[in-house]
């Protein structure tokens, strides 16, 4: 039995780690702003996030955190290895020797859950304010544009100038509040690389359910959790009986932990599914807004052409613009939530 309890606590790739002299654990380093530039810097949304995550100091609290869990756990199997089977007799022998290891592997498992849930909070949160900043700017360009197109205004102040304006105060916003999370000032200027969800293939709900149930913290918490109550049911099988009262009492620890596992993964599995079909609605509404934009600058173009042979009048021209505008801005607006639901889901299978 002692091979098994062995091999049941100590077989792991954390645990070889933390027992042997390889373990190299990473020593917080101090978060400092990124220096001052005067050039506009290219910004991709992978960079964004690997500088978010960089200067969190939430996460660099919680590595840390993890850290000095790492450390005991080290000092807590190295004990624990060093009693001798001989020496363990009664089944609070056992608990000392095989329970105290297996929570100490349990803390760490917990420690980067809590880490990686972190993660996944902070890429979340620089994806949505990097599509936002996007969407806004594209905005603006197709606004400058329509202005551009509106040559009968004649420089005059109108509802479209003022929409514009209101539009670049909601981008100083939108930047500020990504440059917040990337540790930049807050009027830190980028020449964003645009990126587009739209353009990446979409996985089966199946195939995201299951990278879920892989992938999110909450289930690999939850099998830390069965892994830790098996360990209690094997030593006290040994040198006890599954029939005592703490015998009975491992063996409902351990269908309990099992229990939440399953109702993790239900409740995970229906958040992906209402996240997937989020998805696919903003698909279908991108590609009739993507339409729709097409049919109104057709139209546009047409009565261009007929207003210069006098076949159409200012009005229809004026009338037809605009409706190419409006179209434009809810495409772009189309792409925009894409993306917010594309991201979200993403997010809940565990990146």
């Known amino acids: 039995m002692k091979s098994r309890l062995f091999k049941h606590i100590y077989s ?3 645990v070889t780690s933390l027992l042997t002299g390889g373990a190299h654990f990473a020593l917080a380093a101090p978060l400092v702003a990124t220096a001052e530039q005067t050039d506009v810097s290219p910004l991709s949304l992978n960079f964004a996030v690997e500088q978010a995550i960089k200067n969190s100091v939430d996460l660099e609290l919680l590595r840390i955190e993890l850290d000095i869990t790492k450390y005991e756990t080290s000092i807590t199997l190295r004990e624990k290895e060093e009693i ?3 020496d363990v007799i009664t089944l609070a022998d ?14 760490v498992v917990v420690d980067e859950v809590a880490l990686n849930t972190q993660k996944n909070t902070v890429q979340l949160q620089v994806h949505k304010a990097f599509f936002e900043v996007q969407s806004l700017d594209a905005k603006i360009k197709a606004q400058k544009k329509s202005l551009q197109r509106q040559y009968w205004l004649n420089s005059q102040e109108t509802e479209a100038h ?3 304006a209101a539009l670049e105060a909601s981008y100083k916003q939108a930047l500020a509040k990504l440059n917040d999370l990337l540790n930049e000032k807050a009027d830190r200027q980028w020449r964003m690389i645009a990126t587009d969800l739209t353009q990446h293939d979409l996985l089966s709900l199946e195939q995201l359910q299951a990278k879920a149930f892989e992938k999110r913290p909450e289930m690999i918490k939850a099998q830390a959790e069965i892994d830790f109550t098996q360990v209690r049911i094997d030593y006290t099988a040994e040198y006890s009986a599954l029939s005592t009262h703490k015998g009975i009492i491992a063996k ?4 309990k932990a099992e229990l939440q596992k399953q109702k993790t993964q239900k409740k995970i599995g229906q958040e992906v599914s209402d996240n997937y079909t989020k998805v696919m609605a903003a698909k279908k509404a991108l590609e009739e807004s993507t339409t729709k934009k097409e049919t109104a600058l057709e139209r546009y173009q047409a009565t261009i052409d007929q207003y210069r042979l006098g076949k159409a009048s200012m009005k229809e021209l004026m009338e037809d613009e605009a409706s190419l505008f409006d179209s434009e801005t809810k495409a772009i607006e189309s792409v925009y939530q894409y993306n917010l639901a594309a991201t979200t889901l993403n997010q809940s299978t565990g990146y």
Do not use: G, Q
């Open 84 to 86: 001798k089977k001989s």
């Open 12 to 14: 792991t790739t954390l």
């Open 162 to 164: 003022k929409n514009l």
């Open 252 to 255: 409902n620890e351990h269908k």
């Open 94 to 107: 056992a608990k000392k020797k095989f329970e105290d290891a297996a929570k100490a592997i349990k803390e």
